[in-house]
């Protein structure tokens, strides 16, 4: 298979560096060799390129970095400006839980994308509304096509990407309903133990209403464990379902929440992934602190210590 490629390639200067150099736009007409036609796993589907496809690309042509290739390479399948072209717009990572999925989900698969933090203010309105029809967070931009809503989000993915649900139809069927699960429900865990990744607190109380909520997800997890034989929820790989529960996580960690072992030790893999360390740390790193969410988490418990840095 033959196609055209437009690099712009950088000579060096006179003094030998690249910073200096000319830029000259090269033609080429290629066959692709085969590992290139061998798309690595997870593969974009479309024009969307994972950072392994940009890695390959970089090996097989080193001459073109990737610091070029935006401007530099159109072809179709690897290279092009839309593989650049998500902005994720999210919130304090402290706080939003919501922005935390699709964040997590973008950042475990390996596809690139651009953070758009916005903070939270007394009134979000305005602000939010610039980018999101709802004004709140998570919102992708896929050049002209906005998607709000965490889920709209994660099937928008999961039309351009693989991976972001499983494989497998019955773990696929689990890893949906158990998303929409929480996507609908477990209002009291919400309410009542909002996401603040850099504290702990003792509850006031522990009501009904919210262990019936750990309850239901201990048994959700347990089942996605059991069926499909971990470590994730739909089996081996991380998938849009362990997503959607990452936020669940740290506010496990936050209030002490207890569950069976099995689902206790499932917290700390999602904890120890690379992608919740960075939001983690960067969360601990926010100075800048909301007082409505503060206000909520002191209404339901004590705070035993506060991690954050500033
Ligand atoms: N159902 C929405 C929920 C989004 C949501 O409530 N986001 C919160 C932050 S975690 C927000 O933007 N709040 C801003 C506000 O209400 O002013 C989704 O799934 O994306």
Redesign the pocket.
Same mark, same amino acid.
């Given at each position: 298979m033959s196609m055209v490629l437009s690099l712009l390639h950088k000579n060096p200067g006179e003094d030998g560096s690249l910073a200096n150099g000319q830029s000259v736009l090269h033609q080429i007409t290629i066959t692709l060799p085969q590992p290139l036609l061998q798309r690595p796993s997870p593969r974009a589907k479309g024009n969307h390129s994972t950072n392994a496809e940009l890695n390959r690309f970089s090996q097989i042509y080193p001459e073109s970095t990737l610091e070029h290739m935006p401007e530099a390479a159109y072809c179709n399948h690897f290279i092009s400006k839309e593989v650049f072209v998500y902005q994720l717009y999210i *919130?304090n990572k402290n706080?939003? @839980?919501? @922005?935390l999925?699709p964040w997590l989900l973008l950042t475990e698969l390996n596809i690139p994308f651009t953070e758009q933090l916005q903070q939270?203010l007394p009134?979000?309105?305005a602000n939010?509304s610039r980018f @999101?029809p709802? *004004?709140?967070?998570?919102?992708l931009h896929d050049g002209e096509t906005v998607v709000?809503?965490?889920? *709209?989000?994660v099937e928008y993915l999961a039309e351009r990407h693989e991976g972001v649900w499983p494989a497998d139809a019955k773990a696929r069927n689990y890893a949906r309903c158990a998303a929409s699960e929480m996507?609908a429900g477990f209002s009291a865990l919400r309410n009542i133990c909002g996401?603040n990744c850099g504290v702990r607190v003792k509850l006031h109380q522990y009501p009904a209403a919210l262990a019936k909520d750990v309850q239901r997800i201990d048994a959700l997890w347990q089942q996605g464990l059991t069926e499909f034989g971990g470590p994730f929820l739909a089996g081996n790989n991380f998938s849009a379902v362990d997503a959607f529960f990452a936020p669940v996580v740290f506010r496990i960690q936050s209030y002490g929440l207890e569950l069976s072992a099995p689902a206790m030790a499932y917290a700390k893999r999602i904890l120890a992934l690379p992608g919740m360390q960075s939001w983690y740390q960067a969360a601990l790193n926010e100075s800048w602190r909301d007082e409505g969410h503060e206000d909520e988490m002191r209404a339901s418990g004590i705070v035993v210590s506060d991690l954050r840095l500033s």
């Open positions: *919130a706080y939003s @839980s919501w @922005s999925r939270f009134d979000n309105f939010f @999101s709802t *004004a709140k967070v998570p919102c709000w809503e965490s889920l *709209a989000i996507h996401m």
